[in-house]
């Protein structure tokens, strides 16, 4: 079974362009999560997805983050304009969907996609 | 809001030695579960244990148990007989109960295994 991937591995760009990170989830995953690791600090939770509704986004900095999940199955993340203080790794996380009564909740990560803007 | 602290950045063990790595959390939830979480210098993050806050046992993984102390809100991962290939960044993190189900991250120690 494929694990959860990620694309682009890497990106640098310019500040004030835009990129698009992809995360394909494990298949039959409901839930998707984005966290992020910016230089030196901790890995923080942006968003997550079930299936394809936004269940929380209050870790999403500011509107220059627009996450996407397309018929709940890969999910994108763009950030437009990108500013120098969005580097970092950004991570997509997938675990299935045990019920609100359930408490285990194991999340499954990818590599992640290392964004450096200059 | 529930707050995650590694106090060691860094971690030295000898090869075959146990580690342990400390994690303790700040919170008022109820129930809660913890994670640990082991990066390699390739950059995935590999699940390791789980630990629920109200299992009655300490978790454990093949190497790998957590010495969970609730009163203490201590959730300390220890690796027995480490090899060379357990040298990472080892996360603990926090994940509420209910709907919520995002995890909180401490700021990880890198652990380098010595042959």
């Known amino acids: 079974e494929a694990g959860v991937t990620q694309f682009p591995s890497h990106s640098v760009i310019e500040k004030g362009q835009t990129v698009t990170l992809r995360c394909d989830p494990i298949?039959?995953?409901?839930?998707l999560y984005w966290y992020r690791r910016v230089m030196g600090k901790e890995i923080k939770f942006l968003l997550h997805?079930?299936?394809?509704?936004?269940?929380?986004e209050s870790g999403m900095p500011n509107n220059r983050f627009l996450a996407e999940r397309t018929g709940g199955t890969y999910s994108t993340l763009k950030v437009q304009p990108a500013e120098l203080e969005d580097s970092g790794v950004y991570f997509c996380a997938s675990s299935q969907d045990r019920g609100t009564g359930s408490f285990y909740n194991e999340q499954f990560f990818g590599p992640g996609t290392r964004l450096t803007v200059l | 809001a529930q707050k995650i602290t590694q106090t060691q950045p860094g971690m030295f063990v000898q090869e075959k030695e146990a580690v342990t790595l400390d994690c303790t959390y700040d919170?008022?939830?109820?129930?809660?579960?913890l994670f640990w979480y082991k990066q390699p210098s390739s950059g995935e993050m590999i699940f390791l244990i789980y630990?629920?806050?109200?299992?009655?046992q300490n978790a454990t993984e093949g190497r790998y148990s957590l010495n969970f102390q609730k009163a203490r809100k201590s959730a300390n991962l220890v690796i027995s007989a480490s090899q060379l290939g357990d040298s990472a960044m080892y996360f603990c993190?926090?994940?509420?109960?209910?709907?919520?189900?995002?995890?909180?991250f401490g700021s990880g120690t890198q652990l380098t295994v010595l042959p």
């Open positions: 997805f079930v299936k394809e509704s936004k269940q929380d």
């Open positions: 630990q629920g806050s109200y299992d009655q």
């Open positions: 993190a926090y994940h509420r109960g209910g709907s919520a189900r995002q995890l909180t």
């Open positions: 298949s039959g995953h409901d839930n």
């Open positions: 919170t008022s939830d109820p129930s809660y579960g």
